[in-house]
């Protein structure tokens, strides 16, 4: 009888498989890790890119909230003669006089938004609302798209009036929340608190202050009823010669005469009928504004128009509060004649003149100067408008008011340009990229 022969190797087969299955898992493990890692890292890089957008927004925002510049919707200074454009300032924010705070500019403030895209950031400043960015190219070969938004908080009380938090939001791509409609990919969020700067910190006590004379001729006005000011209504290191036609209307209840403050010592720094120094190198600037007049004209807010033959006339001026200005520095002398209307109630004018600053006829002004020398001549009509000044005037020599001209110390006014008036900075460490 012939047997089969008896099979040999099956338990190495065996063996064999069970190795090779095993190391088949473990290959694929290797690949789970391996898989985890890089998206990791993807993520990684997708976080990082949003918080540095976050920090692109940071910079942007702060840089043009301390610019006046009026703007178009792609957030670029408006060229159109005649158009209405606002700032970048004035679409976020508006100063509330009643509490002494800002808040949002309206019950849907806008929050501008950026997009990386083709190597820049293209921009747009609803003047309301949510921005909605133009989507990018899909298919573009310009690598990554990310975004961010900025918006502003208003800051309540214990915090010092005048302060304002910027948010910046990124994004890794332009998603919901940074101008886009996308899942956003990665997101991450920056806190700033902000501070004026370059604003008018000491405002002066009456509605016209000189270093050195004041003289006023004809049916001249001056009006201060502010009891935190004392009620003054003039104030000079030298003399003070009034007309009997010149009104005084200083605290109810008190004597006109008691408003007029003649030889302060405070104000005693430069003798009549001298030529004063440059404003650039002295310290009325560093007095008023907190800053010397050096550092004060390199602050973004400023306007240094350049005026032909170095005489600034009403064009040159009117020119640059057209552009937006809100602080001009005009250097040599200044003529501005009426009808000319300078500054609003909601938005006063700073104007510092380093020469000698000569208003003739209706001239309207709602702020605060400061100039070397004051010369105002409105003759007019007992039925003419009179000039007017809201707000408050400091004169580092001489100061001449001849005609109808209203000069009104304005709380209101003053008090918008201590805290609404400045280039906007951080403050010292109060960045955060998390709640408290």
Same mark, same amino acid.
């Given at each position: 009888?012939?047997?089969?022969?008896?099979?040999?190797?099956?338990?190495?087969?065996?063996?064999?498989?069970?190795?090779?299955?095993?190391?088949?898992?473990?290959?694929?493990?290797?690949?789970?890790?391996?898989?985890?890692?890089?998206?990791?890292?993807?993520?990684?890089?997708?976080?990082?890119?949003?918080?540095?957008?976050?920090?692109?927004?940071?910079?942007?925002?702060?840089?043009?909230?301390?610019?006046?510049?009026?703007?178009?919707?792609?957030?670029?200074?408006?060229?159109?003669?005649?158009?209405?454009?606002?700032?970048?300032?004035?679409?976020?924010?508006?100063?509330?006089?009643?509490?002494?705070?800002?808040?949002?500019?309206?019950?849907?403030?806008?929050?501008?938004?950026?997009?990386?895209?083709?190597?820049?950031?293209?921009?747009?400043?609803?003047?309301?609302?949510?921005?909605?960015?133009?989507?990018?190219?899909?298919?573009?070969?310009? +690598?990554?798209?990310?975004?961010?938004? &900025?918006?502003?908080?208003?800051?309540?009380? !214990? @915090?010092? =009036? $005048?302060? %304002?938090?910027?948010?910046?939001?990124?994004?890794?791509?332009?998603?919901?929340?940074?101008?886009?409609?996308?899942?956003?990919?990665?997101?991450?969020?920056?806190?700033?608190?902000?501070?004026?700067?370059?604003?008018?910190?000491?405002?002066?006590?009456?509605?016209?202050?000189?270093?050195?004379?004041?003289?006023?001729?004809?049916?001249?006005?001056?009006?201060?009823?502010?009891?935190?000011?004392?009620?003054?209504?003039?104030?000079?290191?030298?003399?003070?010669?009034?007309?009997?036609?010149?009104?005084?209307?200083?605290?109810?209840?008190?004597?006109?005469?008691?408003?007029?403050?003649?030889?302060?010592?405070?104000?005693?720094?430069?003798?009549?009928?001298?030529?004063?120094?440059?404003?650039?190198?002295?310290?009325?600037?560093?007095?008023?504004? +907190?800053?010397?007049?050096?550092?004060? &004209?390199?602050?973004?807010?400023?306007?240094? !128009? @350049?005026? =032909? $033959?170095? %005489?600034?006339?009403?064009?040159?001026?009117?020119?640059?509060?057209?552009?937006?200005?809100?602080?001009?520095?005009?250097?040599?002398?200044?003529?501005?004649?009426?009808?000319?209307?300078?500054?609003?109630?909601?938005?006063?004018?700073?104007?510092?003149?380093?020469?000698?600053?000569?208003?003739?006829?209706?001239?309207?002004?709602?702020?605060?100067?400061?100039?070397?020398?004051?010369?105002?001549?409105?003759?007019?009509?007992?039925?003419?408008?009179?000039?007017?000044?809201?707000?408050?005037?400091?004169?580092?020599?001489?100061?001449?008011?001849?005609?109808?001209?209203?000069?009104?110390?304005?709380?209101?006014?003053?008090?918008?340009?201590?805290?609404?008036?400045?280039?906007?900075?951080?403050?010292?460490?109060?960045?955060?990229?998390?709640?408290?």
């Amino acid at each position: 009888m012939t047997t089969a022969p008896r099979s040999h190797g099956s338990a190495t087969l065996g063996l064999v498989l069970v190795l090779l299955t095993s190391l088949a898992l473990m290959i694929v493990y290797a690949h789970q890790a391996q898989w985890a890692e890089m998206r990791g890292a993807a993520h990684g890089v997708r976080g990082l890119m949003a918080f540095e957008a976050a920090e692109a927004g940071r910079a942007w925002g702060s840089a043009m909230l301390a610019a006046s510049t009026r703007l178009n919707s792609a957030c670029q200074p408006e060229t159109t003669a005649g158009a209405t454009a606002l700032s970048f300032r004035q679409r976020l924010l508006r100063f509330n006089p009643a509490t002494g705070r800002h808040q949002a500019a309206q019950a849907n403030p806008s929050q501008p938004a950026c997009l990386m895209q083709g190597g820049s950031w293209q921009c747009a400043c609803p003047d309301q609302g949510s921005a909605t960015l133009a989507p990018p190219d899909p298919n573009g070969q310009d +690598g990554d798209h990310p975004a961010f938004s &900025v918006r502003i908080t208003a800051l309540t009380s !214990p @915090a010092p =009036a $005048g302060q %304002i938090e910027l948010i910046s939001t990124g994004c890794a791509n332009p998603a919901l929340g940074c101008g886009g409609d996308q899942t956003p990919e990665a997101q991450a969020q920056v806190k700033i608190v902000l501070a004026p700067v370059g604003s008018l910190r000491l405002p002066p006590q009456a509605p016209l202050s000189a270093g050195a004379n004041i003289e006023i001729h004809g049916p001249a006005a001056l009006i201060n009823t502010d009891p935190q000011s004392m009620g003054l209504t003039l104030d000079a290191g030298g003399d003070i010669q009034l007309e009997t036609s010149v009104q005084l209307m200083g605290l109810p209840g008190s004597p006109p005469q008691a408003s007029v403050l003649a030889f302060d010592p405070g104000l005693q720094s430069q003798a009549a009928g001298t030529t004063p120094p440059n404003l650039l190198t002295t310290d009325w600037p560093l007095h008023l504004f +907190g800053l010397p007049g050096s550092s004060l &004209v390199k602050l973004p807010h400023w306007s240094l !128009p @350049a005026c =032909a $033959g170095g %005489i600034c006339d009403t064009s040159a001026t009117q020119t640059a509060l057209d552009q937006g200005a809100s602080a001009l520095w005009l250097r040599g002398d200044v003529r501005l004649t009426g009808p000319l209307t300078v500054g609003r109630a909601d938005q006063p004018v700073i104007l510092v003149v380093d020469g000698h600053l000569q208003l003739q006829g209706e001239v309207h002004i709602h702020g605060f100067i400061l100039t070397q020398r004051l010369s105002w001549r409105h003759p007019g009509t007992p039925t003419s408008t009179p000039a007017t000044l809201d707000g408050a005037a400091v004169v580092q020599s001489d100061a001449l008011i001849d005609g109808r001209i209203v000069m009104s110390r304005d709380p209101t006014v003053l008090q918008r340009l201590q805290l609404d008036a400045g280039t906007w900075v951080m403050l010292p460490g109060r960045w955060r990229d998390h709640e408290p």
